[in-house]
T-cell receptor, first 115, second 111 residues
Framework: DGGITQSPKYLFRKEGQNVTLSCEQN?????MYWYRQDPGQGLRLIYY???????QKGDIAEGYSVSREKKESFPLTVTSAQKNPTAFYLC??????????????FGQGTRLTVV | GENVEQHPSTLSVQEGDSAVIKCTYS??????FPWYKQELGKGPQLIID?????GEKKDQRIAVTLNKTAKHFSLHITETQPEDSAVYFC??????????FGAGTTVTVRA
C-alpha cells in the first residue's frame, strides 16, 4: 500500500527538550511539507521541500528544523526554542512542486504534548 | 502569504439537507483550490478540487464553485448524511506551490 506514515501518533516531552517527528512516504513524491494545526485554526506551513537536499522555511519556521537526505523521508525537529510546541503536526507530500499537480496527501498526524 | 477566510466556523444541518461553506482568498494569481475533509484524530483527505479554468465541478453529492473575479469559492454538499460530519478546510495555492488553508468548518449532520 502506498502512503505517508507519521510516527509516533502521540508524543510527550518535557519542556526544554528537542524532539524529532518522523515522516516517511512511499509514493515517490518529490515535494514534502510539514504543517502545524492548533484548535480553531487552519493548517500553518512550517517547512517544505521540493527535492532531496533542499528545503525552505514556511510561515512559522522559528523553533523548528528539518532535513531531507532521502526522497522518502522528511523528519521535523521541534527544538527548545519553539515557545508553544504543543500541537497536532501533519506531514504531507505531493508529486511535484509545480502548480499543475499539487494534490497533497497527508499523514495521520502526530500529537505532541510538552509538559 | 495568501490569506484565506472561511465561513462559517461551525455548521449544523439536518440529515438530508444541504450544507454550504464559503471561502475567499486574496492572491489573484491563485489558480488551484482544494477542499479537504478531516475526521477526528486523522489527517485531512482531499475530497474535491477546482482549477481556475473552470467555474464548477461536481462529484456525486459534492460540488465546488469558483468565482475568480470576486475571489471566492464554495463547497456544496447535498443530501447530507451522518458520515459527512467532519471538519472541512478550503485552501488556495500561493507563491510557487504552497497551500494556504482556511480555519476550518466543523459540520455536524443531525439524524
Amino acid at each position: 500500500d502506498g502512503g505517508i506514515t507519521q510516527s509516533p501518533k502521540y508524543l510527550f516531552r518535557k519542556e526544554g527538550q528537542n524532539v524529532t517527528l518522523s515522516c516517511e512516504q512511499n509514493l515517490n513524491h518529490d515535494a514534502m511539507y510539514w504543517y502545524r494545526q492548533d484548535p480553531g485554526q487552519g493548517l500553518r506551513l512550517i517547512y517544505y521541500s521540493q527535492i532531496v537536499n533542499d528545503f525552505q522555511k514556511g510561515d512559522i519556521a522559528e523553533g523548528y528544523s528539518v532535513s531531507r537526505e532521502k526522497k522518502e523521508s522528511f523528519p521535523l525537529t521541534v527544538t527548545s526554542a519553539q515557545k508553544n510546541p504543543t500541537a497536532f503536526y501533519l506531514c504531507a507530500s505531493s508529486i511535484s512542486g509545480a502548480q499543475v499537480n499539487t494534490e497533497a496527501f497527508f499523514g495521520q498526524g502526530t500529537r505532541l504534548t510538552v509538559v | 502569504g495568501e490569506n484565506v477566510e472561511q465561513h462559517p466556523s461551525t455548521l449544523s444541518v439536518q440529515e438530508g439537507d444541504s450544507a454550504v461553506i464559503k471561502c475567499t482568498y486574496s492572491d489573484s494569481a491563485s489558480n488551484y483550490f482544494p477542499w479537504y475533509k478531516q475526521e477526528l484524530g486523522k489527517g485531512p483527505q482531499l475530497i474535491i478540487d477546482i482549477r481556475s479554468n473552470v467555474g464548477e465541478k461536481k462529484d456525486q453529492r459534492i460540488a465546488v464553485t469558483l468565482n475568480k473575479t470576486a475571489k471566492h469559492f464554495s463547497l456544496h454538499i447535498t443530501e447530507t448524511q451522518p458520515e459527512d460530519s467532519a471538519v472541512y478546510f478550503c485552501a488556495a495555492i500561493y507563491g510557487d506551490y504552497k497551500l494556504s488553508f482556511g480555519a476550518g468548518t466543523t459540520v455536524t449532520v443531525r439524524a
